[in-house]
């Protein structure tokens, strides 16, 4: 089984790398992003409570987000593994997964971190807010709270993943494909 974390700020490419990954190594994609929307967009009370944080670029509570991952991980357990897309996003998210995967005798294999630089953050989410209909990306100010966000909280799980050797460094900077190529060449030696 293999099991991955991408890692990233907003806009590194995650997303887009994760489909690649996917169609390559028919892995179950776990974007919590994606699983925050939906709940949005079914109007619950989840969602409700997460949107508020979200268009303020504030990250949703752990135990919110724990909880989705875990019932994911319970509706494929015969998966060849996953990959986990903008989660885990603090080392108690980092934490609760181990904890989840030892449950099913399995664990992390490995992170792969995607490197951007900020300014092209805001660059490629400002662009993406024009067709994506997204309220996070369309304005300057919530993009860089976001920045924040991820440098206050979400960096310290590189630290978590590279103590344990699982920290694989990816330039996130150049074409989609290339990129890609890069994060094969990690994963095939796993
Ligand atoms: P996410 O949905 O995870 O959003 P994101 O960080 O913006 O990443 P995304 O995957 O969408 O963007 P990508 O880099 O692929 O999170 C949204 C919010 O949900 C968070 O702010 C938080 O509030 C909440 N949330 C989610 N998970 C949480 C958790 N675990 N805990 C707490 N809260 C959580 O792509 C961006 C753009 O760049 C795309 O338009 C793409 O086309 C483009 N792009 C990609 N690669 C490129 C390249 N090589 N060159 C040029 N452009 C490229």
């Given amino acids: 089984m293999l099991n991955i974390v991408l890692f990233g700020p907003p806009g590194a490419g995650k997303g887009t790398q994760s489909q690649n990954i996917i169609d390559t190594y028919g892995l179950v994609h776990l974007s919590t992003g994606d699983l925050l929307r939906s709940q949005i967009a079914a109007g619950t009370e989840l969602g409700l409570r997460a949107k ?7 990250l949703v509570p752990d135990e919110v987000v724990i909880g ?3 019932s994911k991980l319970a509706e494929n357990k015969d998966a ?5 897309d903008g989660f885990p996003r603090t080392v108690a998210q980092a934490q609760a997964l181990d904890e989840l995967l030892s449950r099913y005798d399995t664990e992390i294999g490995c992170m792969v971190a995607l ?3 900020d300014e092209e953050l805001t660059k490629r989410l400002l662009l993406r807010g024009q067709t994506s209909g997204r309220s996070d990306d369309q304005d300057e100010s919530l993009i860089r709270k976001r920045i924040q966000e991820y440098n206050d909280k979400t960096l310290p ?5 590279r103590q344990q050797g699982k920290y694989c460094a990816i ?5 989609i494909d290339e990129i890609f190529q890069n994060i094969r060449d990690v994963l095939d030696r796993k």
Avoid at 80 to 84: D, E
Avoid at 171 to 175: A, L, Q, V
């Fill in 52 to 58: 508020t944080l979200m268009d303020q670029g504030i």
């Fill in 68 to 70: 989705m991952i875990e």
């Fill in 171 to 175: 330039d996130g900077i150049g074409g």
């Fill in 80 to 84: 060849k593994g996953f990959i986990f």
């Fill in 157 to 161: 799980v590189a630290d978590y993943y």
């Fill in 115 to 117: 490197s951007v630089h």
